[in-house]
């Protein structure tokens, strides 16, 4: 009797581990087959992930090749003959502004400076005239007295087919600095420098421009329009609005025969960032500003948003696509240095 309840007993584990096993196996192959699901959906991401990648790797190098290594191979572009005779060059007795000038009038165009100080407009005039062999001539304008110099700017443009207007007078922190220790005096000079006069200067020659069906206008912005750079705040707020500007007026006036390029550097040795013992002399990544104004003066025609130079563009992409986050906090950290040097060597 015993030895057959333990036989039943026997069975009837027997069949209770056969159904646990058949139970188990058969969760194993579903747990399998799902995770085989999330393996293929993964592997289908990263497929995804990894052409998008390569295919935007090869868009920029072909960017890069066909904006700063072709046309430097190649011929370069008559750009009196795609814009016009005249070029206006705005703070163009030192820096970017005067070697800009200098490149354009090597392709002879015929150079109208406008700056604050006389003596450096005589002088910068006279030396591209004899260096060049082109027309020059003057204006003699303060951009920081808000709206007084265009009347006389206008007058003095009136009959002149400008081809190429350079928007590229600018003034930046006299180092970076807390929002609150500017002082009123400084950000209305950035409102005026910075910003109105690309706008005027804009609307004074676009429409002559337009009448011709034909012209560029090349508005000097910064790398620091790109992301958020605390304690130099206006600065970058003022750059953002120039690139902005240039970028929706580009397509407000391309079919009108008009090319608006926003020009994003970054550091180039100017006396500009000379309180800066990084940018104050030129090196790998801070080109002199003629170094910077012949790759620049290339992307002409090619390029509606562009740093103007190719180590730039790669420090440019990189800082682009760093979250803002990074990007504020190692520029706040820089600007906190800079800004400690520049006040001990006061
Ligand atoms: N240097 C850089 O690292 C860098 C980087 C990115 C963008 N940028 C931009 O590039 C542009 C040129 O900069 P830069 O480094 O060549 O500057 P810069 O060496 O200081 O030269 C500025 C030029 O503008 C003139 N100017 C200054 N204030 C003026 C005013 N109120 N009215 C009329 N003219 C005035 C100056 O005349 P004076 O000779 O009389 O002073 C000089 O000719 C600026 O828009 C700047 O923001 C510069």
Not at 92 to 95: I, L
């Given at each position: 009797m015993s030895a057959l309840r333990l036989l039943g007993i026997s069975a009837i584990m027997l069949v209770i581990t056969m159904a646990a096993v058949d139970r188990f196996s058969l969760l194993y192959r579903e747990i399998s087959r799902s995770c085989n699901f999330y393996i293929e959906a993964l592997a289908i991401v990263g497929a995804w992930y990894t052409v998008r990648k390569c295919v935007s790797l090869a868009f920029d190098t072909y960017s890069m090749l066909r904006l700063h290594v072709i046309p430097r191979l190649g011929g370069e572009v008559d750009l009196v003959k795609q814009y016009g005779k005249w070029a206006v060059v705005t703070g163009?007795?030192?820096?970017i502004g005067k070697a800009y000038a200098e490149e354009l009038a090597k392709r002879g165009l015929n150079i109208i400076l406008v700056s604050r100080n006389k003596e450096k407009l005589e002088a910068v005039s006279r030396s591209i005239s004899e260096t060049y062999k082109v027309e020059t001539d003057f204006i003699v304008a303060d951009f920081s007295k808000g709206r007084e110099p265009y009347p006389a700017i206008k007058e003095a443009l009136k009959d002149r087919e400008i081809g190429i207007l350079v928007n590229n007078v600018g003034m930046f922190n006299?180092?970076?600095?807390?929002?609150?220790?500017?002082?009123e005096d400084v950000l209305w000079d950035m409102i005026h420098i910075n910003i109105a006069s690309a706008n005027m200067m804009t609307h004074i020659v676009l429409p002559g421009m337009v009448k011709k069906k034909k012209g560029a206008i090349v508005n000097v912005s910064s790398?620091?329009?790109c992301q958020p750079t605390p304690l130099l705040t206006i600065y970058g707020a003022s750059k953002s609005y120039v690139d902005y500007f240039s970028r929706a007026l580009h397509y407000e006036y391309a079919s009108k025969g008009i090319f608006v390029q926003s020009l994003t550097p970054s550091a180039?040795?100017?006396?500009?960032?000379?309180?800066n013992s990084f940018t104050a002399k030129r090196s790998v990544f801070v080109p002199s500003a003629e170094e910077y104004a012949s790759h620049a003066v290339s992307t002409l025609g090619l390029?509606?948003?562009?740093?103007?130079?190719w180590k730039h563009a790669i420090e440019f992409t990189l800082a682009e696509s760093l979250p803002e986050w990074i990007w504020a906090r190692i520029s706040l950290y820089i600007s906190r240095i800079v800004r400690k040097q520049a006040l001990t060597s006061k």
């Open positions: 163009s007795t030192d820096g006299a180092y970076p600095d807390y929002f609150t220790n500017l002082s790398a620091f329009c180039i040795a100017t006396k500009m960032v000379a309180f390029s509606k948003r562009t740093t103007g130079y």
